[in-house]
């Protein structure tokens, strides 16, 4: 999440990993406008140890652009 007032920034982004149909894992980003439902995209991987490198990535990138860590739950 990332809220900035003062800019009017008021943004999600989340991530997840699931399970696809063929025994792949896929990684699953949403972002927007809180309060939206905002966009998705499915990137596919054949195994766990690739889709968990692309969602550290991600993290990072995030993390650099100002978005803070919240734990769904």
């Known amino acids: ?42 990137a596919l991987y054949d195994d766990a140890g690739q889709a968990w490198d692309a969602l550290a990535r991600q993290l990072r990138v995030k993390r650099r652009r100002g978005y803070r860590d919240r734990v769904a739950g």
């Open 1 to 42: 999440m990332r809220v900035d007032p003062a800019t009017n920034c008021w943004r999600f982004y989340s991530l997840s990993l699931q399970p696809d149909l063929f025994g792949g894992i896929a990684l699953v980003r949403q972002w927007g406008r809180i309060g939206t439902e905002g966009r998705q995209v499915c």
